[in-house]
């Protein structure tokens, strides 16, 4: 059966695209926020994920408010990236996975979710980003299983939900008959709000609590509804929900093998967080 690796969850902030193509890196505003991949390409190159399946919120590129999937799942052969208004330059195109696509739609099915099933899927930089952060300038070694969530336009899921439904796909992802090593990514977050009176907002004492709890008390997460998700992480840090799914699919406890915490990227406190199970 197949092999769940790990979780990776990392911040998607657009600016992070320009930041690659100028090879900003070494630029002190990036530097700290750079520097948390170096473990993550470790990390990679030594377990060597063949599929990657990503829990991740569309901001208006495929999806519009006038039809918004609570959940979507691409069931296609491949995927692209597409200019979504910021000039951001496409990254390179996407295998996708559909057997293992149509086996997590279906267990998930059985578990009573009803996600949406796409057969054409575009990417903004939500999904692009932090692949790009975790395979930099390669061709990436993996094929792809992208589960949309609605971060964006209420009444979106709640936490909890959000960590039953990674819950059913960590299920499936270790029922699918085949030995391939599979990765969990999530991406969003942590704590911001790009809009309003509170344009800026970030929560470090809440973040760090998020963080810490994940590994053995999961639950803390998923105790709060979105409204005081948005209240305690801002209108955008519902993209902690992404995490919520992702840290889900690890049935039992976790460990947190990496982290790097750095306020702020443009308007967001930005994290990678490496898991794998305890
Ligand atoms: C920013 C963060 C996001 O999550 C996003 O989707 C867009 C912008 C930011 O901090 O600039
Ligand atoms: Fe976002």
């Known amino acids: 059966m197949a092999k769940l690796v790990g979780t990776l969850c990392s911040t998607h902030v657009p600016a992070i695209g320009p930041a690659i193509v100028a090879k900003k890196q070494e630029d002190p505003y990036w530097k700290p926020f750079f520097d948390g991949f170096h473990a993550v390409h470790d990390w990679v190159a030594?377990?060597?994920?063949?599929?990657?399946?990503?829990?991740y919120n569309d901001h208006g590129l495929n999806f519009w408010l006038d039809a918004l999937p609570t959940f979507a799942i691409g069931c296609a052969k491949e995927y692209f990236t597409k200019d979504e208004g910021w000039g951001i330059?496409?990254?390179?195109?996407?295998d996708g996975y559909e057997d293992l696509s149509w086996h997590i739609v279906n267990a998930v099915k059985a578990a009573d979710f009803d996600p949406v099933t796409c057969q054409e899927m575009y990417f903004d930089h939500a999904l692009a980003v932090p692949m790009e952060l975790t395979w930099p300038g390669v061709q990436r070694p993996i094929r792809i299983v992208p589960i949309e969530v609605n971060t964006v336009l209420f009444p979106t899921p709640t936490g909890k939900r959000c960590f039953n439904l990674g819950r059913a796909v960590g299920k499936a992802i270790e029922s699918f008959p085949t030995d391939e090593k599979i990765l969990v990514m999530g991406t969003g977050g942590l704590s911001h709000q790009l809009e309003g009176t509170r344009a800026g907002f970030i929560?470090?004492?809440?973040?760090?609590?998020?963080i810490e709890s994940l590994p053995t008390n999961p639950e803390w997460g998923t105790q709060f509804s979105p409204e005081e998700i948005v209240e305690n992480a801002g209108t955008q840090g519902m993209e902690m929900i992404n995490?919520?799914?992702?840290?889900?699919?690890?049935?039992?406890?976790a460990k947190t093998i990496h982290v790097n915490y750095h306020i702020p990227i443009s308007d967001t406190a930005s994290c990678v967080l490496i898991q794998e199970p305890a």
């Open 89 to 94: 330059p496409r990254f390179t195109d996407f």
């Open 203 to 210: 929560n470090r004492k809440f973040d760090i609590e998020f």
């Open 46 to 55: 030594k377990v060597q994920p063949d599929v990657a399946v990503i829990f």
């Open 243 to 253: 995490w919520l799914a992702a840290r889900g699919t690890i049935q039992g406890d």
